[in-house]
């Protein structure tokens, strides 16, 4: 059994560089989260995130679809545009991949509600970004308070 999970980044953009970032951090720290892949349409922010992170050539993808099938993904955080969210997202969890995705989830309720739906069904964990999702107050239900003057 493989206990180490591969990740892949969509989306190497303002917010998807830090995630490349945060995930090779903590690579270095656990060894159970690998960054795998990353993906991006534009092959100029690919070319970029590999010169200032060292990540091989071999690493990198102009499109999403070919990590669809790769099984070194386990699961895949998508930083893309809004209007993209629910056909990548759609895309991963239709090839059995776990999705965090950054908000907003979809840009309908309607797209929002299929994506839960069909994580739920397929038995996969959708999961949605959040700023300060780390962070203990949120971590632990009753730490956060409130302060008066």
Do not use: C, Q
């Not at 100029?44 to 050539?57: A, D, K, N, V």
């Not at 070194?72 to 776990?98: Q, S, W, Y």
Request: positive net charge; without cysteine; proline residues 4%.
């Amino acid at each position: 059994m493989n206990d180490r999970i591969g990740v892949a980044v969509v989306g190497v953009g303002y917010w998807g560089r830090k995630l490349v970032e945060e995930y090779l951090l903590l690579s270095k720290r656990r060894s159970d989260v690998e960054l795998v892949a990353v993906a991006d349409v534009s092959k100029e922010r690919l070319m970029r995130i590999s010169s200032e992170f060292g990540l091989p050539t071999s690493m990198l993808y102009a499109d999403h679809h070919e990590l669809l099938g790769d099984d070194r993904v386990d699961a895949v955080h998508i930083a893309t545009p809004n209007e993209t969210h629910f056909r990548i997202a759609r895309d991963f969890l239709e090839a059995g991949k776990h999705v965090l995705l950054e908000k907003p989830m979809a840009t309908s309720s309607r797209e929002a509600f299929k994506l839960a739906r069909m994580a739920e069904e397929l038995d996969l964990v959708l999961l949605v970004g959040h700023i300060f999702r780390f962070k203990t107050p949120l971590r632990r239900p009753g730490t956060l308070s409130r302060r008066g003057p």
